[in-house]
């Protein structure tokens, strides 16, 4: 079925419209470190206290504030042309953090929720109060949104424990809302193996107490704990992908800072097809983190539903756990409701037309990022493109050889299998694609570096900023432009990054397979999945958001001052 178009503004021209106004990750984001792991990508989540409420089936959002304005800006209209675009030149770093503390403050924007279609609304009045023209393109999705979580655990004492959470696992299933009651089996690693002799020593002791093994199996039933590890990564792993480092001296410092982050997947999470093959009702994990770093971490965030309740505990809580199970056989009562059903949600698409000048009319650029995610940092493309549109709705079509279309795509948070990804959406949609020449992407922008060194101390901040990935498929002209817009930016510890495993690093990947030249801006902070309250607004810096941003603008300024057809 074609999906429905609807046109909500006016197309910008030469004259003043009459009203004013995102897996490092191929399956989202992927890495190697030193060959030996590949990453797939992973985040939600925010339990306390051994229980939460995530507020999104009812249309909260979790943690959310309440907020007032629509945040559009619309300065005068512009002279002359466009570029070499300086810090002045676009909205300033004040209004644009304005513009992502308003997102923030409605809460997580998980796929689908209420706060999430909201965020969507927002971006979709800022665009058309531009002048752009504004599409918005339903796509399927099945949605899964959590509602309450909690664990509670019964010693061999007949004791009751309410164990704090950290997180729950994003569509690895629901129980209702009495949850589901079952023994606690430690299978530590809770690989294949441990599952086995697991079930080899239930069948022994049920063998030796003349009851035999029980045609359910030994571990039909049980709540399985298992531990969920992180490896321990520098974030020389980047460096490993890149063509250059600016600056240079970057590459020892990358060599010695802590990148192990539980987004990557690296090693992957515990698998839940397996405990339920084996009868299992519910898992636990065991994730080696402290509880700051643990909590509200949404991981993996692109798996798909997998039919097992799972919630994740913090290495304390974990160790509290286990504690408990050395006094004897233990019960535990896992709580995880959720709203499943079947929707849509909108691909938002803002186009700003060029009209010349005469005879130099070139194909479109792309520029992309997503609206679903779970903080501040995810996804602050939509305020920056925001201030890209409005920088360049302000000079006349005719400065413009190229169009701009501004993709705000609605799934990354999602499984493949629950919606459709932007790529097949782009190839299910030759209009749009047809005249696209290349690709500029953003997400998470502006953000500061906390680690708990390598899980050896408190978490905290660094001192430093995030490593930033500037990633490159599909043209040695796009590479050596962001290259020296590096340079001249005087963007620091970046990375000119290559392709890797058929990705670019997060929502760039989708242009990078359809083989459109692509430049993607991406960082990954150990809280970029994070749910906490505020958001994590306080990891990012305002001044380093608007640099950020800059760097995107005249990045885009020289993007469209190139000659049609590029080299590849």
């Known amino acids: 079925m074609a999906a429905r178009v609807t046109i909500r503004s006016v197309t910008a021209g030469d004259e003043p419209p009459a009203t004013s106004r995102r897996r490092f990750l191929d399956t989202t984001l992927r890495l190697t470190a030193s060959g030996a792991f590949t990453a797939v990508a992973g985040t939600l989540a925010a339990g306390c206290d051994g229980s939460g409420t995530a507020g999104d089936a009812a249309g909260a959002g979790g943690g959310g504030r309440a907020v007032t304005g629509a945040g559009a800006v619309r300065r005068p209209f512009a002279t002359g042309?466009?570029?070499p675009v300086t810090a002045q030149d676009l909205v300033d770093a004040d209004t644009l953090w304005s513009w992502v503390d308003r997102m923030t403050a409605v809460g997580p924007r998980h796929t689908g929720s209420a706060a999430h279609r909201g965020h969507?609304?927002?971006?979709?009045?800022?665009?058309?109060?531009?002048?752009?023209?504004?599409?918005?393109h339903p796509t399927r999705l099945a949605q899964w949104l959590a509602g309450r979580w909690s664990l509670q655990v019964r010693d061999a004492g007949g004791t009751a424990w309410t164990l704090p959470v950290a997180s729950y696992r994003p569509r690895s299933g629901e129980t209702g809302p009495a949850g589901v009651t079952g023994p606690v089996v430690d299978l530590g690693p809770g690989d294949e193996a441990a599952y086995q002799a697991a079930a080899g020593a239930s069948a022994g002791a049920g063998a030796a107490a003349g009851a035999g093994g029980g045609a359910a199996g030994p571990l039909t039933g049980a709540v399985v704990v298992v531990d969920a590890p992180i490896a321990r990564l520098h974030a020389s792993v980047l460096?490993?992908?890149?063509?250059?480092?600016?600056?240079?001296t970057a590459r020892a410092e990358f060599a010695q800072e802590d990148y192990s982050r539980v987004w990557l997947g690296v090693p992957p999470a515990p698998d839940l097809a397996t405990a339920r093959a084996h009868g299992a009702v519910a898992m636990i994990e065991v994730s080696d983190q402290s509880p700051?770093?643990?909590?509200?971490?949404?991981t993996p965030h692109q798996q798909e539903h997998a039919g097992l309740p799972a919630l994740r505990l913090d290495r304390e809580s974990g160790a509290r756990l286990r504690a408990l199970l050395a006094r004897g056989p233990a019960r535990a009562t896992l709580v995880l409701t959720a709203d499943r059903r079947e929707t849509t949600v909108d691909y938002l698409l803002a186009r700003l037309p060029g009209t010349g000048p005469p005879g130099v009319r070139a194909g479109t650029v792309l520029v992309a990022t997503h609206t679903d995610g779970q903080n501040a940092v995810e996804e602050n493309g939509g305020p920056a493109l925001c201030a890209l549109a409005e920088y360049f709705s302000r000079f006349p079509a005719s400065t413009r050889s190229r169009d701009l279309l501004f993709m705000f795509s609605p799934n990354h948070m999602t499984a493949d299998g629950a919606t459709v990804k932007p790529d097949a959406w782009l190839r299910a949609h030759p209009e749009i694609t047809g005249g696209v020449e290349m690709a500029l992407v953003a997400e998470h922008l502006g953000t500061l570096g906390w680690d708990d060194q390598g899980g050896t101390g408190p978490y905290r901040a660094t001192g430093r900023t995030e490593p930033v990935a500037v990633a490159v498929g599909n043209s040695d002209t796009l590479r050596t432009l962001a290259q020296d817009e590096v340079r001249t930016s005087g963007l620091t510890r970046a990375g000119i990054q290559k392709p890797?495993?058929?990705?670019?690093?997060?929502?760039?990947?989708?242009?990078?397979r359809l083989g459109i030249p692509t430049i993607a801006m991406i960082t990954g902070p150990a809280y970029l999945l994070q749910v906490t309250p505020g958001g994590n607004?306080?990891?990012?810096?305002?001044?380093?958001l608007h640099q950020h941003t800059v760097f995107l603008a005249r990045l885009l300024q020289r993007m469209m001052e190139l000659p049609g057809n590029i080299p590849r």
Do not use: C, M, S, W
């Not at 969507?120 to 918005?136: H, M």
């Not at 460096?239 to 240079?248: E, G, I, K, R, S």
């Not at 700051?292 to 949404?298: F, P, V």
């Not at 890797?500 to 990078?512: H, I, K, M, V, W």
């Open 537 to 544: 607004l306080d990891k990012l810096d305002r001044a380093l």
């Open 81 to 83: 042309t466009p570029g």
């Open 120 to 136: 969507i609304d927002d971006l979709e009045r800022q665009l058309r109060g531009y002048g752009l023209t504004v599409t918005r």
């Open 239 to 248: 460096t490993d992908l890149a063509y250059t480092v600016h600056p240079p």
């Open 500 to 512: 890797f495993q058929n990705g670019l690093y997060g929502e760039g990947t989708f242009a990078y």
């Open 292 to 298: 700051a770093l643990a909590a509200g971490q949404y």
